[in-house]
């Protein structure tokens, strides 16, 4: 059975982004240190891309390349695919160059309409105005019977937990202190989500924590 799964990295007090994200900072001032830990890694240069590349192989290269195991389609938010609020700029096509690394249908939640954008590698963003629960089945169809992966940000997966749809979220707990910016659980009273840790993995840099997600009556 088709399953939700987020993923996301977040700093010691909770924020999955620092403040002021622009098209400049897209992850927010000093934001992109939440990902350090990552930029080092042989599978982060093959998803730019690269080949042969040399970079460092740790416990968190199986847990990048765990993202992609059985995911049929992706969900993410407008700042996740970038171009700034308001109205899509004609020449914006994503952060990741010609060829994205995902390789899936990708569902952009929006509120601007904007036709589908199909890139190399199989990549195809569509762009969903009508909320979460329609982005949510046009990629479930579109994964066909395998798993959905909500890649961000912070706020879509905040929706998507108080939806009850979210079956797992795994967080990337960066050992940095942003003090501000977006953060992940914010607004919770503690008694609508409880969460099950399933595993804990240790890498340099970084702590990887997977939950599944259980819902209170």
Excluded: C
Aim: proline share 5%; charged share 20%; net charge negative.
């Amino acid at each position: 059975m088709s399953k939700l799964k987020a993923t996301m990295a977040i700093s010691l007090d909770g924020f999955g982004a620092g403040p002021s994200q622009s098209e400049n900072d897209p992850l927010g001032v000093g934001g992109e240190r939440l990902h350090e830990w990552m930029v080092s890694l042989a599978v982060f240069r093959e998803m730019q891309g690269e080949e042969d590349s040399g970079g460092d192989v740790t416990a968190s290269t199986d847990v990048v390349r765990s993202w992609w195991d059985n995911v049929g389609a992706i969900v993410m938010g407008r700042n996740m695919f970038g171009g700034g609020p308001g109205p899509w700029r004609g020449d914006w096509r994503g952060w990741w160059g010609e060829n994205p690394p995902y390789h899936v249908p990708v569902f952009v939640l929006t509120h601007h309409p904007r036709d589908p954008l199909e890139m190399q590698g199989g990549t195809t963003f569509h762009f969903v105005t009508e909320g979460i629960e329609a982005g949510l089945k046009l990629a479930t169809e579109a994964a066909g019977g395998k798993d959905v992966w909500l890649t961000g940000g912070a706020s879509v997966i905040r929706q998507y937990l108080r939806a009850g749809l979210l079956d797992q979220i795994e967080i990337s707990l960066a050992p940095v202190l942003l003090g501000a910016g977006e953060r992940l659980f914010a607004d919770f009273d503690g008694s609508e989500i409880e969460l099950e840790q399933v595993r804990a993995i240790e890498a340099p840099g970084v702590t990887h924590i997977m939950y599944r997600v259980k819902r209170n009556s």
